[in-house]
Antibody, heavy 119, light 113 residues
């Protein structure tokens, strides 16, 4: 069974940093591209970042470019999101998601980790 | 960025009746070289993450009941639930993956009438 478990969320002050992790199991992790998607009541679902199997193809939504860094460790079956210079508008539930082979859709999702940016 | 707009924002349908949700993209998501529409649908139940239902506009994900179907091409798409069941109460999202950033519709909340 595919499992994705996010961790690392919490309450953080504006301008500070946070690192999210996603532990994957139940599939061959390095066969898949992975994504971070966030959700807020106001903005709905927003794709944040993605990374292919070997770190060779990485993308970010414009609003996080230069502040967030996605990475993965295939030996540890783990995905990460380093979030720096956090802003109030980064407050959201952050999901880790697996990309379906042959289509850039997310076929498995974790339960999410909540990030709250507030002073 | 491609803007995805769903209609209606909310919908109430009687059990056993048909539910129809629409999604419109601000530009085509039909890739002419392979004639595929880069459009997916997700279902999200309260307290759960989204679940992939349909991709390539009309291909059901494994395990998705056949009462769910997707149609449309270019910029206009529809998700149809042929006979609404109680377990279908959820928010439904469309997503384009024609280009990055991939973008989602705002969601349509489906309830029982």
């Amino acid at each position: 069974e595919v499992q994705l478990v996010e961790s690392g969320g919490g309450l953080v002050q504006p301008g500070r940093s946070l690192r999210l992790s996603c532990a994957a199991s139940g599939f061959t992790f390095d066969d898949y591209a992975m994504h971070w998607v966030r959700q807020t009541p106001g903005k709905g679902l927003e794709w944040v970042s993605s990374i292919n199997w070997n770190n060779g193809n990485i993308g970010y939504v414009d609003s996080v470019k230069g502040r967030f860094t996605i990475s993965r460790d295939n030996a540890k079956n783990s995905l990460y999101l380093q979030m720096n210079s956090l802003r109030a508008e980064d407050t959201a539930l952050y999901y880790c998601a697996r990309e379906r082979v042959t289509a850039m859709v997310m076929d498995s999702w974790g339960q999410g980790t909540l990030v709250t940016v507030s002073s | 960025d491609i803007v995805m707009t769903q209609s209606p924002d909310s919908l109430a349908v009687s059990l056993g009746e048909r539910a129809t949700i629409n999604c419109k993209s601000s530009q085509t998501v039909l890739y002419s070289s392979n004639n595929k529409n880069y459009l997916a649908w997700y279902q999200q139940k309260p307290g759960q993450p989204p679940k992939l239902l349909i991709y390539w506009a009309s291909t059901r994900e494994s395990g998705v009941p056949d009462r769910f179907s997707g149609s449309g091409s270019g910029t206009d798409f529809t998700l149809t639930i042929s006979s609404l069941q109680a377990e279908d109460v959820a928010v439904y999202f469309c997503q384009q993956y024609y280009n990055t950033p991939v973008t989602f519709g705002q969601g349509t909340k489906l309830e029982i009438k």
